[in-house]
C-alpha cells in the first residue's frame, strides 16, 4: 500500500514523464546498456536505433503515475506488457536494474524537480508496479510450462519447411528438435525466435505471429522481409535451427458466437489466418467476414488458402482490396460503408500498420461499433490508436 504523501508525489511527476524528450530516454537506454550491456541479448537493437521503443516505458510510467490511485484501469495494458515481457523472459533481477537506471537518469538530468522525497516516492511505486509485473509474469511461465508440452525460456525447433507466401513474406514450418508435442495456442497469439543474425553481436529476439492451425510437434510463422532478423529468417534454410520462448499474446479470437470480421493489411494477414484456420477446423458456423489489403498480387499472401477456405465454409466470405494495379478484386483503399456488417454484436480483429489500423478503428467507431468490440495487435513496440 502506498500512502497518500507517496500518491501525491508520484503524481507531481506526471508531466516530467510524460514530457520526457529524446534527451531523457535515450541517456536512460545509454546508461543501462552502458552498465548492463547484457540486455542488449534482450532489446530489440534496431528499434533502439530508430528511438522507437524509447517512448514505450517513459509512456506506461507516467500512464501508472496518472492511475495510482485506480490501478484497474490499467489492466488490460499490464497484461499486453506481461505477455511481451513473458515472451522475452524477463526475470525479476531484470526489474532491479531498470528501477536502477530509471531513478538516476531522473536524479541526472532532473535534479531541481527529482528531489529526495520524490526520489523515495518512486522507489516504493516502482517496487510496487514491479511486483505485480514479477508476479503476473511468473504466473504465465509456470501456467505456460505446466501445459502439456510447454516450455519455459527457449527451446529448439527445426524449420521442416519454407513456403514463399509473396514476393516478401515466407512461411517457416517449425519442428520441436525433440520431436516431442508442443503447447497449444490460441489463434491470434505469437511466438519469440530468438536468433544471432551475421554480424551481430547480440542474440536478438523478435515476436512472430503464428500463422497456422495448432499442430502436434510444432508451428507455422509468416515473416515478411523488411529488417535485421526477418532478413536473417529469410537467409534460413531446412534443417537449420532457432530457439523459440512459447506462445504468448493478449491478442486471441474470443471463443464466443458472435461473428467475426477480421480485417488485416499487408503482413498483418498472419494472425487472421490463425484465426481463419481455427474457425474453419472448429466447423462452428460462426458468421466470420475476412477483409484483407494489400499492395498489389505480388504481395498478396494465402490467396489461394483464403479461396479454398470460402468455398469450401459457408459461413467464411472473404473481400480483399489491391492499393494498385489491375485486379479481380476491390480497388484502391478498405472502405466499410457500403459492407454488410454486424455492427451491434461483431467483433471487429485488426492488425497492420498502424495507420491503417487507426483509419478502421475511426471508420468502425463513425458506424457505431462499440469501441469495447475492437481488438487489434501492433507490431513492434505498441501504440494506442
Ligand atoms: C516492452 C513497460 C520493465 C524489457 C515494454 C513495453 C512497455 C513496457 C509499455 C511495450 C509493450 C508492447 O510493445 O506491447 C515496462 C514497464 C516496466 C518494464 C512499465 C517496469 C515496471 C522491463 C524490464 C525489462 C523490460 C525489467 C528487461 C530488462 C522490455 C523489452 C520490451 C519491453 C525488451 C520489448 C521492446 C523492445 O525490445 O525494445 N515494456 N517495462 N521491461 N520491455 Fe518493458
Known sequence: MLSNNTISLVKSTIPLLSNAGTAVTAHFYDRMFTHNPELKDIFNMSNQQSGKQHFALFNAL???????????VLAAAVERINHK????????????????????????????????DIEQAWRDAYALLADVFI??????????????????????????????ESVKVKSFHLRSADNKPVVGFQAGQYISVHVKPKGCDNTQIRQYSLSGVQQD????????????????MHSLNVGDVVELSPP?????????????????AGVGITPMMAMLESIAASKSDVKTQFLHACIDSTEHSFANRVNALTSSTPNIQADVWYEQGPSQYHQGRIDLTPLTLPLTNGEFYLCGPTPFMAAMKAQLLSLGVAPARILYEVFGPHESL
Open 62 to 72: 507516467a500512464a501508472y503515475a496518472t492511475h495510482i490511485d485506480n490501478l484497474p
Open 135 to 164: 508476479t503476473q509474469e511468473e504466473g504465465i511461465y509456470k501456467t505456460t510450462e505446466s501445459k502439456q508440452g510447454g516450455w519455459r525460456n527457449t527451446r529448439t525447433f527445426v524449420i521442416n519447411e519454407i513456403v514463399q
Open 85 to 116: 515481457h513473458a515472451s522475452l523472459n524477463i526475470q525479476p533481477h531484470h526489474y532491479d536494474i531498470v528501477g536502477t537506471h530509471l531513478i538516476e537518469t531522473l536524479k541526472e538530468l532532473a535534479p531541481n524537480e527529482f528531489t529526495p
Open 217 to 232: 510437434k510444432g508451428y507455422r510463422i509468416s515473416v515478411k522481409k523488411q529488417g535485421l532478423v526477418s532478413g536473417h
Open 248 to 264: 504468448a499474446g493478449d491478442f486471441m479470437l474470443q471463443q464466443t458466437n458472435s461473428p467475426k470480421v477480421l480485417i488485416s
